[in-house]
């Protein structure tokens, strides 16, 4: 379980200071589905950071299975919004996977299996001697996830993945998301500024109140059978119920 | 790309009735290397003889063929320089003079710059140095090489050492702090230690910085041999142009600094061809999506 105490986040030297996080808290249960949603520059990756590890609070606590959380830890792995800066360029597909294991010292007879098990489940097997560069922007970020799964890490950090794709492959990817998920049974943070995307993929939904001075406004359950389909009147009620709460906070965005 | 590259190459030899390579020479040369290539192959070769034509009316017709000698005249001026293999050897001293001062100063300048882009304490503590002495040319730098080192092969080694060192340096510096956070900390919680991040993910980050950085200190490094040779060799390119000069040997000058583009330009094409062969996996820059 991931617990964040009180966590307060300053940015800024002595006279220019930002408060970008204020006394937030949150329980994230194993297994769940934690989406955090909120208005652009309200501090959710900044909460994911934290969260990671990469970043330390200005206070309060993050603890992860009771444990402090004081650097990056081997059972949380990050999934970059641009996954174009987070893999290895000059790896191979497989490579890329393969680093993870090489650098977690994973006896080299497992690689071969490992690398085929997780490729075959973001369905990139049959690229696996391509660059990233000569990949889409959902193969790629496919890809990021393959190489996070691969290290068989428990949590799985994710800031705003799909946010570059267009709309038919980020359907695509939630679906190929929820079958992981299900399927291995992990922990998801996921991070995102689009309501649909909170509602289709989420058991909870953490709103988040724009900066400074964000804290957690509201949580909400999400208690309806997958796929979700925004024609259902409950899905789009609740759709709306989620729009009407942050009416007021992207006013003050803009 | 490539079937589409095919298709039109295969094309015209395909076809009854064409003989390949009388028909048309540009035909030709498209079903050799692809239409694109060659049509630019072509119009280089266009741009090369226009420029020699322009070059022979301006020095017939124009200026006194004594200061502009015409191409032709040139041409007769370089042929016992081939024969006697002068020639050659000054290129071989002056390539020779600047792949030394390249090399050592590309080495020095990437350890030094992996470095100094790493660790902050060394960065602050050379970073107002190098802004300074990166003013400092080669040419600056000649009158007190030849005091400390003599016209020998050495000053030269020095001076383009000099040149090559700063352009790396900085090229190297700026390559490893523009290492993707977001790389660094995915290397990070996929396990990876901070000697193994800047080892495996930091610098392979900053090899197209590099790489591009010693493109840039190769071109100027045989642009300032050039000068280190004038004023302090006794062999060399340079010294050939300087030796031409005092005897008013244009055209023998003339010879001379159409080696020094052709030099250059040759050993671009292999700097550039090591590159693709060897460290082309490091050089894509993965647009951001
Ligand atoms: N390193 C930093 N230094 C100063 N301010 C920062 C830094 N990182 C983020 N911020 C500020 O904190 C706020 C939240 O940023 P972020 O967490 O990236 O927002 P989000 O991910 O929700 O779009 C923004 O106003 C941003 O300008
Ligand atoms: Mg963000």
């Known amino acids: 379980m991931l617990r964040v105490t009180d966590v307060r986040k300053v940015f800024g030297t002595a006279h220019d200071t930002y408060i970008a996080l204020d006394n937030v808290s949150l329980d994230i249960a194993d297994g769940e589905f934690l989406c955090l949603l909120g208005p652009s520059g309200c501090g959710k990756s900044t909460l994911l950071n934290i969260l990671a590890g990469f970043e330390p609070p200005t206070s309060g606590s993050v603890t992860a299975d009771g444990a402090p959380v004081t650097g990056a830890g081997r059972d949380r792995v990050m999934c970059f919004q641009d996954a174009g800066s987070a893999l290895f360029p000059w790896l191979t597909v497989e490579e890329n996977v393969r680093f993870g294991l090489r650098v977690r010292k994973i006896p080299k007879a497992g690689w071969d299996s490992i690398i085929d098990k997780y490729l075959r489940m973001v369905d990139l097997d049959r690229h696996r001697r391509k660059f990233p560069a000569q990949l889409s922007g959902g193969m790629r970020q496919r890809l990021q996830i393959a190489r996070m799964l691969a290290v068989e890490p428990q949590v799985l950090l994710m800031d705003e993945p799909f946010a570059a794709l267009d709309a038919l492959t980020r359907r695509h990817m939630h679906a190929v998301l929820l079958e992981i998920w299900q399927r291995t049974g992990k922990t998801i943070v996921f991070v995102t500024h689009d309501i649909a995307e909170a509602i289709s993929l989420a058991d909870r939904i953490g709103m988040m109140s724009v900066g400074p001075r964000s804290v957690i406004t509201k949580m909400i359950d999400v208690d309806m059978p997958r796929p979700r389909d925004l024609t259902n009147p409950r899905v789009a009620q609740l759709f709306n119920e989620i729009e009407a709460l942050l009416a007021p906070d992207l006013a003050r965005a803009e | ?286 647009a951001v999506t």
């Open chain 2, 1 to 286: 790309m490539a079937n589409v590259r095919d298709s039109n190459s295969a094309a015209p030899a395909a076809k009854p009735g064409i003989k390949p390579g009388i028909a048309s020479p540009f035909r030709w040369l498209r079903a050799r290397i692809g239409a694109g290539r060659g049509q630019s192959l072509i119009l280089s070769m266009v741009s090369l003889l226009f420029a020699g034509l322009i070059w022979h009316l301006l020095s017939t017709f124009v200026f006194n063929p004594f200061l502009i000698p015409p191409p032709l005249e040139v041409f007769y001026a370089a042929i016992p320089m081939i024969k006697s293999g002068e020639i050659f050897a000054d290129v071989a001293i002056s390539t020779t003079r600047v792949l030394v001062g390249f090399l050592t100063g590309s080495l020095v300048g990437i350890v030094a710059g992996v470095l100094l882009g790493r660790i902050r304490v060394l960065h602050d503590l050379f970073d107002p140095i190098i802004e300074l002495l990166r003013y400092l040319s080669p040419t600056a730098m000649i009158p007190i090489a030849v005091i400390w080192f003599g016209i020998g092969e050495m000053s030269k080694y020095f001076l383009i050492f000099w040149g090559t060192l700063f352009i790396v340096l900085i090229n190297t510096i700026a390559g490893v702090g523009r290492t993707p956070i977001a790389r660094q900390r995915a290397a990070e919680c996929l396990g990876a230690t901070r000697l193994q991040i800047f080892v495996l993910v930091v610098i392979p980050s900053a090899v197209p910085y590099i790489v591009t950085g010693m493109r840039i200190a190769m071109a100027s490094s045989f642009m300032s041999v050039i000068p280190a040779e004038i004023l302090a060799a006794d062999s060399g390119i340079g010294y050939l142009l300087q030796k031409s000069s005092m005897l008013l040997q244009t055209p023998r000058i003339f010879v001379a600094l159409i080696t020094i583009c052709v030099l250059g330009f040759i050993v671009d094409r292999i700097f550039r061809f090591f590159v693709d062969r060897v460290l082309a996996r490091y050089m894509s820059f993965v």
